[in-house]
């Protein structure tokens, strides 16, 4: 089929890879402008752009597709069908009209739970037992076109959103690649998704990372796991030059109780309003990597009885 693609992050690179692979004709990748990046703040392509260029690809990262120009231009790709995957602009109707057969999305979740910005992070901030892709067709509204296929994943104990991510990745590409079978075979059905159960994700903000002891240790470790590794759960203490920010990349439920915020033992363990829970990486303010939870008390002279706030 001639494919236009459309995605910017690590998360959409596989499934680009997989449809040259299938030996789809790929007639454009649109893909988010190169931002500044890393020390020297030099221009760093996206993911996407980087393999779309690796496999000669033509790329377009426009500011905006709701112009006519823009629109035009996309009309004269004379695609079968976009792809999208985590673009990250929004598509008005005149693009969504476009291809032959319309635009199919490949979400990070199980619709219609979790539409939106950030459906991997708050699936496991939520402490839900499964997660998963969904291919759906689009439409104006947000997330709320019909699905095609889905393929299901058990967010395990201790999983962190950065596994979770890691995992639905080539899950997402094996789903979208069966799609385009069945829509090159006239064979792709859709299902209008549920009224019920409605979940919107949004984008993580900086102000909810700061862990909140008072909650149960469940919500706690979820809290953390599902912000890790970006931007990380964190808490403050003084830990010897003043208060300093220590971010928790992995936690899981522990035995334990007291007040919330007071390390309870040498393995890290911190007492939340129920119960507690286990600090098992952490990073402080600028350390380039991480420490287990006893190397981190080791290195920060911490003991039993100290608060974390």
């Given at each position: 089929?001639?494919v236009?693609?459309?995605?910017?992050p690590?998360f959409?690179?596989?499934?680009?890879?997989?449809?040259?692979?299938d030996?789809?004709?790929?007639?454009?990748?649109?893909?988010?402008a190169?931002?500044?990046?890393?020390?020297?703040?030099?221009?760093?392509?996206?993911?996407?752009?980087?393999l779309?260029?690796?496999?000669?690809?033509?790329?377009?990262?426009p500011?905006?597709?709701r112009?006519?120009?823009?629109?035009k231009?996309?009309a004269?790709?004379?695609?079968?069908?976009?792809?999208v995957?985590?673009?990250?602009?929004l598509?008005?109707?005149?693009?969504?009209?476009?291809?032959r057969h319309?635009?199919?999305?490949?979400?990070?979740?199980?619709?219609?739970?979790?539409?939106g910005a950030?459906?991997?992070?708050?699936?496991v901030m939520?402490?839900?037992?499964?997660?998963g892709?969904?291919?759906?067709?689009m439409?104006?509204?947000?997330?709320?076109?019909?699905?095609?296929?889905?393929?299901?994943?058990?967010?395990t104990?201790?999983?962190?959103?950065?596994?979770?991510?890691?995992?639905l990745m080539?899950?997402?590409?094996?789903?979208?690649?069966r799609?385009?079978?069945?829509?090159?075979?006239?064979d792709?059905?859709?299902?209008?998704?549920s009224?019920?159960g409605?979940?919107?994700?949004h984008?993580i903000?900086?102000e909810?990372?700061r862990?909140?002891?008072?909650?149960?240790?469940?919500?706690?470790?979820?809290?953390?796991?599902?912000?890790?590794?970006?931007p990380?759960?964190?808490?403050?203490?003084?830990?010897?030059?003043?208060?300093?920010?220590v971010k928790?990349l992995?936690a899981r439920?522990?035995?334990g109780?007291g007040?919330?915020?007071?390390?309870?033992d040498?393995a890290?363990t911190?007492?939340?309003g129920?119960?507690?829970?286990?600090?098992?990486?952490?990073?402080?303010a600028?350390?380039?990597?991480?420490a287990?939870g006893?190397?981190f008390l080791?290195?920060a002279?911490l003991?039993?009885?100290?608060?974390?706030?």
């Open positions: 089929m001639r236009v693609f459309m995605g910017t690590d959409a690179v596989p499934t680009l890879a997989q449809i040259v692979a030996g789809h004709e790929v007639a454009a990748v649109y893909t988010r190169p931002a500044r990046a890393g020390r020297g703040m030099s221009l760093r392509p996206s993911p996407v752009h980087a779309a260029e690796l496999e000669g690809l033509t790329v377009y990262t500011a905006t597709l112009s006519e120009e823009a629109a231009v996309f004269g790709h004379a695609a079968d069908v976009a792809v995957v985590a673009y990250g602009l598509l008005p109707q005149p693009i969504l009209d476009a291809p319309g635009c199919l999305n490949l979400h990070g979740s199980l619709l219609p739970r979790w539409r950030a459906p991997i992070q708050r699936a939520a402490g839900d037992a499964e997660s892709v969904g291919v759906m067709r439409e104006k509204g947000l997330d709320t076109g019909p699905v095609a296929l889905e393929s299901r994943l058990s967010i104990e201790g999983m962190t959103s950065g596994e979770l991510h890691d995992a080539p899950l997402g590409a094996s789903l979208m690649s799609a385009l079978v069945a829509l090159a075979a006239g792709l059905a859709f299902t209008p998704q009224e019920e409605v979940v919107y994700a984008k903000t900086n909810e990372a862990i909140d002891w008072t909650r149960p240790a469940k919500d706690v470790a979820s809290h953390i796991n599902g912000l890790s590794p970006f990380g759960a964190f808490f403050e203490s003084d830990l010897g030059k003043g208060p300093e920010r928790v992995r439920t522990a035995e109780s007040e919330p915020g007071t390390l309870l040498e890290c911190i007492a939340c129920e119960g507690a829970v286990r600090l098992l990486e952490l990073r402080r600028g350390k380039g990597g991480s287990t006893d190397d080791r290195g002279r003991g039993p009885g100290s608060r974390l706030v």
